[in-house]
């Protein structure tokens, strides 16, 4: 390899370091947000993006004097600056990124695109934090919050994806074209409806609205209101911590999260019965089953056990494993319709010693 080639490949490698570094810090930023709600942290900071007007959590009586309607409750204040802190550092690791990948933006097959996607996801992320504060936990600003962080974790993923491809192909080299079949579009909107609906379960503090299961406070099909429940333009109240909706509405999102669970369940099945023909794909397919059925045990848990800390978390946890397993069953399976024509063959020995 002459030299004017290495320098790139060196970068690469670099970016392709950092990439996956992100996936994991953003992983950590998204629970510590996560731990940040269940124990009513979200308000610790009356302000934003200070902490009653300063960078480190003041005093009592400093905090009084600047939000004497907020009394201060320090270790609040610190979960919640903690967040916020390393959630800054998250992005900067985003900045040194896209002034690492400046100089490769022209080379055919540099992800360059994916790149400032990140940028822009991450900036909105921050305005959303802030809306999150400033919004007083609306419920619709911490479920987009949610939503954003986890693109973040994909993004970085698909990012770490193609930077590998890229070291492995060269990055002059046209890149591998991927068109998403509709059995994958349609697993993946599931998903997103599913996370979506997660997040507005939580937001709305309607986990423990569903007595029992499978049944719901003893019925199939208990008293709901969904017009309620899913009032996406309900106006802002003065403060949304523990929520602000009446039982049925909550008994509502909470069943509307079950019942997306099976339909996303449907859909995983449907998956893995198309794939099932080619061998290589079981493994993954297997994998996508089992984590979306620990998922499940997850969820159903943390109904019987009135959602204890550590099994709330780790039921997010199980949703960041799910969009994992699929993101990298999916590319596997894009890598397989490679050999299609006008597709670029990829060398799978190369591929999985570098994974
Ligand atoms: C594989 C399917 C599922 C996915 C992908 C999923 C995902 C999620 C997500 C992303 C959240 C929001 C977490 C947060 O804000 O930190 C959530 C919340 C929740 N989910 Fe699921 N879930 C699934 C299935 C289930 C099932 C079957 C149940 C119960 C029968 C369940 C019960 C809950 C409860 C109780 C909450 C509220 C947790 C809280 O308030 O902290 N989930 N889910």
Known sequence: MDGAMEKPIARLRLLRGLSLMGVVFTIVVI??????????????????????GRLVVPDADTASLHSPDAPLETFKA????????IASALGLLVLALVALALPLRRRAGFPWRLTLALLAVIILQGAFGAFTVTLKLWPQVVTLHLLGGLTVMLLFLWLHLRLRQATLEGVQQPRVKRRMSLLWALVAALLVGQLALGGWTSSNYAGISCQGFPTCNGEWWPEMDW???FHLTQTVGPNYLHGQLHADARTAIHFGHRLGALALGVGL???????????????????ILGSYAFQVALGVANVLLWLPLSLALAHTAGAVLLIVVLTLAYWRASLMRSDKPGYQQVDDKKEWAHA
């Open 269 to 287: 099945v449907l998956l893995a019965v198309a794939h099932w023909s080619r061998r290589e794909m079981r493994p993954w397919m297997l994998g």
């Open 78 to 85: 610190w979960v919640e600056m903690v967040h916020r802190y």
């Open 227 to 229: 017009s309620d429940g």
């Open 31 to 52: 629970l510590v947000g996560v731990w940040t709600r269940l124990v009513d942290a979200g308000l610790g900071c009356p302000d934003w993006p200070g902490c009653y």
